[in-house]
């Protein structure tokens, strides 16, 4: 089946550390998502890329960096410079312009 | 920058009975698409119902139903016939046809279906 795969489903981080959260699809679509979520909230927009080797910040980029060096994969990596790393990760992939989002099962990441 | 704004941080329906959702949100584009998402305790984001801004025909699916005012910018949701797995944060979202077609959320409406 066609989708997108969220690794790891839970993730812990130590402060200071770098973590790099997993985000794979095979719906064969051009631009990727990632939105952050916290509690309460609606998802904020990180970084999104609409082709391959191309990437733009979103809202909320500041302590984030993502790659797009395949079609089918944009991780995105939270660096020691995110502040407050600790919430809900959602990535996402669209079709076409008619069409919304398709959604992974998000990651949760929390700083210990 | 766009933005969305949902009034009602919780609602509650009771079972078999219907409620409105609000939305609004403010651009200065003609063409957009908006759209109701749905997320349930397990999080996982599920599209409810699409609206093209050109269309001035009302989006339905099932029970769901929207009401597009676009000189209002205003985009409520309908649910009919409430059902205990309606129960749900419910995100009304825009989407601009520049920028990457981005998606912008409102903060959402938690829904609680009462039996």
């Known amino acids: 089946d066609g989708g997108i795969t969220q690794s790891p489903k839970y993730l812990f981080r130590k402060e200071g550390q770098n973590v790099t959260l997993s985000c794979e699809q095979n719906?064969?679509?051009?631009?990727m998502y990632w939105y952050r979520q916290d509690p309460g909230q609606g998802l904020r927009l990180i970084y999104y890329s609409q082709i391959v080797n191309d990437f733009q910040k979103g809202d909320i980029a500041e302590g984030y960096s993502v790659s797009r060096e395949k079609k089918e994969s944009f991780p995105l990596t939270v660096t020691s410079a995110q502040k407050n790393p600790t919430a809900f990760y959602l990535c996402?992939?669209?079709?076409?312009?008619?069409?919304?989002?398709?959604f992974g099962s998000g990651t949760r990441l929390t700083v210990v | 920058a766009q933005t969305v704004t949902q009034s009602q941080p919780e609602m509650s329906v009771q079972e078999a009975e219907t409620v409105t959702l609000s939305c609004t949100y403010d651009?200065?584009?003609?063409?957009?698409?908006l759209f109701w998402y749905k997320q349930p305790p397990s999080r996982q984001m599920i599209l409810v119902i699409r609206?093209?801004?050109?269309?001035?025909q009302n989006a339905t699916e099932n029970r769901f139903s929207v009401n597009f005012q676009k000189a209002a910018k205003s985009f409520s949701l309908k649910i009919s016939d409430s059902q205990l797995g309606d129960a749900a944060m419910y995100f009304c979202a825009y989407r601009e046809e520049t920028s990457g077609s981005r998606l912008t959320f409102g903060e959402g409406t938690q829904l609680t279906v009462n039996p």
């Open positions: 719906l064969n679509h051009d631009a």
């Open positions: 651009t200065s584009e003609s063409d957009y698409y």
């Open positions: 996402a992939s669209r079709e076409g312009l008619s069409y919304g989002y398709t």
């Open positions: 609206q093209e801004a050109y269309k001035q």
